[in-house]
T-cell receptor, first 113, second 115 residues
Framework: SQELEQSPQSLIVQEGKNLTINCTSS?????LYWYKQKYGEGLIFLMM?????EEKSHEKITAKLDEKKQQSSLHITASQPSHAGIYLC?????????????FGKGTHLIIQP | NAGVMQNPRHLVRRRGQEARLRCSPM?????VYWYRQLPEEGLKFMVY????????ESGMPKERFSAEFPKEGPSILRIQQVVRGDSAAYFC?????????????FGPGTRLLVL
C-alpha cells in the first residue's frame, strides 16, 4: 500500500474558486513538503511543514499539517490559470537527516476559465 | 543564482546502449539526490550522495544503475544496457548540508526514451 496518499487524483476547478488538496500518511511525518510540477518540467518548491499544527501561506496558497503530523492539506484561494499543474506532497519519514523523500502520486489540477 | 542544472534535458537511446545523466547542484549545495518518475507512477527516490560518497542507495536497482558525485564536476547517474522500462523522467535535487529542516531543490529533469 502507498505510504503517502494524495486526494483527489485530479481536480477541475473554475477560475476564481477555492480548492483543497489532501495528503495523508500512514506514518508520522518528520517533514512534509509541497511541490508543484508543470507538465514536462521540474518540481517547484512551495512550502515545508515540520511541526504539528503548523500552517504556512504564500500568496494564495496555504498549507497545514495536522497535530498528529499524519495529514496535510493545501488550500488555494481564488484559483487562477497559473495554478494549474501537478501538486506533489513529499514526506521525510526518517527524521535523522536529509534522506530521500517519499512522494504521493500527485494531484492534477486543471483551472477552467 | 542558478538553480539545479541537469543535462541533457532529453535523451534517446536504443536498447543495450548506455545513458549518462548529469546533475550540477545549486551553488553551495553539497548533497545530491536522484529520483525517477515513471509514467503513471509517482516520483521514487533512487540515491543520495555527498561529494565522493554514496550515503543511501536503497532506491537504486541492483543492476545496471550506478551514481557518483566526484570531488570536482557534476553528479552522474549512469544506466548501462538500457531497456525500454528505463524510459522515464530522472530528476536530481540538491540541498546545502543534508540537515532535516532543509529543502531539496529540484532540477528540470532528464527525459530518457529507450527505443
Amino acid at each position: 500500500s502507498q505510504e503517502l496518499e494524495q486526494s483527489p487524483q485530479s481536480l477541475i476547478v473554475q477560475e476564481g474558486k477555492n480548492l483543497t488538496i489532501n495528503c495523508t500518511s500512514s506514518k508520522t511525518l518528520y517533514g512534509l513538503y509541497w511541490y508543484k510540477q508543470k507538465y514536462g518540467e521540474g518540481l517547484i518548491f512551495l512550502m515545508m511543514l515540520q511541526k504539528g499544527g503548523e500552517e504556512k501561506s504564500h500568496e494564495k496558497i496555504t498549507a497545514k499539517l495536522d497535530e498528529k503530523k499524519q495529514q496535510s492539506s493545501l488550500h488555494i484561494t481564488a484559483s487562477q490559470p497559473s495554478h494549474a499543474g501537478i501538486y506533489l506532497c513529499g514526506a521525510d519519514f526518517s527524521g535523522g537527516g536529509a534522506d530521500g523523500l517519499t512522494f504521493g502520486k500527485g494531484t492534477h489540477l486543471i483551472i477552467q476559465p | 543564482n542558478a538553480g539545479v542544472m541537469q543535462n541533457p534535458r532529453h535523451l534517446v537511446r536504443r536498447r543495450g546502449q548506455e545513458a549518462r545523466l548529469r546533475c550540477s547542484p545549486m551553488k553551495g549545495h553539497s548533497h545530491v539526490y536522484w529520483y525517477r518518475q515513471l509514467p503513471e507512477e509517482g516520483l521514487k527516490f533512487m540515491v543520495y550522495l555527498q561529494k565522493e560518497n554514496i550515503i543511501d542507495e536503497s532506491g537504486m536497482p541492483k543492476e545496471r544503475f550506478s551514481a557518483e558525485f566526484p570531488k570536482e564536476g557534476p553528479s552522474i547517474l549512469r544506466i548501462q544496457q538500457v531497456v525500454r522500462g528505463d524510459s522515464a523522467a530522472y530528476f536530481c535535487a540538491s540541498s546545502p548540508s543534508g540537515s532535516p529542516s532543509e529543502t531539496q531543490y529540484f532540477g528540470p529533469g532528464t527525459r530518457l526514451l529507450v527505443l
